[in-house]
């Protein structure tokens, strides 16, 4: 986070802050919940970052570290709302990554509704079949892929290498060199068959993949692919994309949400695509804290986004609609994880899932 940004009761302003020496340090302060705590931060470097900021010394870096950084997650209790009616559906091993059909993948076990039913490695992804919504787990292993029948406990017969792996609405997909490919899985009484189709072709040192999208920087002029449904993938030119760096996007039902560097600040754009996706309209929010982008788009049409200042927006997919709706409320903040089940609103917070909904106004 950029030391002079949070949130401040009186002071609004950079330039105010600056001048009046209160950073992200000061107790004043309020970090989005995103950020890791200052805790993370070595000691000896976090009193060097007290002397420049809160007390305008200026004096170099120290020439050591003399504390060993442990990373550990910020974990809020769950306040009461204003706006929500929250309900627990239930609490895992560990953080959830995945939740797709009613199917939990978190960082060491995938879940069946809530029924443990498998283990999950380090960098897995999730796919569901499409009859009987069946976990299969993907991962990649010295350059090839790997695939695993969660519930039968075997592995796919499948031998496919790859260099990148991301898994979007339940489907698994691969960077192959400069093929873009989906892994297809057919259901048998006995088994799983899977194989892998080309949905497309990509510059592999230009690309980045994305949740549900490809992301290429063609000398300059950037273009993004976008995976909506299986065997399906649109190439559009995006021009607001041009000189900036993406750090982290998202594709999903018509929507592109894109958090971009340029000239060491950071954007936020949201591209809402035609049924066609021969058109868009753009919504662009400048020096943004840093954060991972996180929306979920329901069966209804309505986006739900948790934007950098712990805000959930609502608006629909449909562009050019200019209605949005931004709801700031306690219990929803940085560290909750968007997902949806049809027109259901979830949430993740650690290891804990939780589905939400609008309180009714009287």
């Known amino acids: 986070i950029h030391p002079y940004k949070g949130k401040h009761d009186n002071l609004k302003t950079l330039d105010e802050r600056m001048l009046a020496n209160i950073s992200v340090l000061n107790p004043?302060?309020?970090?989005?919940?995103?950020?890791?705590?200052?805790?993370?931060?070595?000691?000896?470097?976090?009193?060097?970052?007290?002397?420049?900021?809160?007390?305008?010394?200026?004096?170099?870096?120290?020439?050591?570290?003399?504390?060993?950084?442990?990373?550990a997650p910020t974990i809020k209790r769950l306040s009461g709302s204003d706006h929500f009616l929250i309900e627990e559906i239930?609490?895992?091993?560990?953080?959830?990554?995945?939740y797709v059909g009613n199917n939990t993948l978190t960082t060491g076990s995938v879940y069946a509704g809530m029924h443990p039913v498998g283990r999950a490695g380090a960098g897995s992804v999730l796919a569901v079949t499409t009859a009987l919504n069946h976990p299969v787990l993907g991962r990649l292993q010295h350059g090839r892929l790997v695939l695993a029948d969660v519930l039968r406990k075997t592995e796919l017969s499948l031998s496919v290498a790859a260099d990148e792996i991301m898994a979007t609405a339940g489907r698994i997909y691969?960077?192959?060199?400069?093929?873009?490919?989906?892994?297809?899985l057919t259901e048998l009484p006995t088994r799983i068959m899977a194989g892998v189709d080309v949905v497309g072709s990509v510059l592999g040192q230009a690309t980045q993949l994305f949740e549900g999208v490809v992301v290429q920087n063609l000398l300059g002029a950037m273009y993004v692919g976008l995976l909506p449904e299986s065997g399906k993938f649109y190439e559009v030119r995006v021009p607001e994309l041009d000189d900036y760096k993406v750090i982290d996007a998202k594709f999903e039902r018509g929507i592109l949400v894109v958090i971009a560097?340029?000239?060491?600040?950071?954007?936020?754009?949201?591209?809402?695509?035609?049924?066609?996706?021969?058109?868009?309209?753009?919504?662009?929010?400048e020096d943004i804290?840093?954060?991972?982008?996180?929306?979920?788009v329901l069966d209804s049409g309505i986006a739900a986004l948790l934007n950098e200042n712990e805000e959930l927006e609502l608006f629909p997919q449909t562009p050019g609609s200019a209605?949005?709706?931004?709801?700031?409320?306690?219990?929803?903040?940085?560290?909750c994880r968007l997902f949806s089940r049809g027109v259901q609103t979830m949430f993740a917070r650690d290891n804990s899932l939780y589905k939400i909904t609008m309180k009714k106004t009287p």
């Open 323 to 335: 209605s949005i709706k931004v709801i700031p409320d306690p219990a929803i903040g940085g560290d």
């Open 28 to 71: 004043g302060v309020k970090m989005p919940g995103a950020c890791q705590p200052l805790s993370v931060v070595p000691p000896v470097y976090l009193e060097w970052y007290k002397k420049l900021f809160e007390r305008g010394e200026r004096i170099g870096p120290p020439t050591s570290l003399t504390a060993v950084v442990v990373l």
């Open 261 to 285: 560097a340029k000239q060491g600040k950071y954007d936020r754009m949201v591209f809402r695509f035609d049924n066609g996706f021969q058109s868009y309209d753009m919504r662009r929010v």
């Open 90 to 98: 239930g609490v895992f091993d560990g953080p959830i990554v995945a």
């Open 174 to 184: 691969l960077r192959n060199g400069d093929l873009l490919q989906e892994v297809s």
């Open 289 to 296: 804290p840093l954060a991972a982008v996180n929306f979920t």
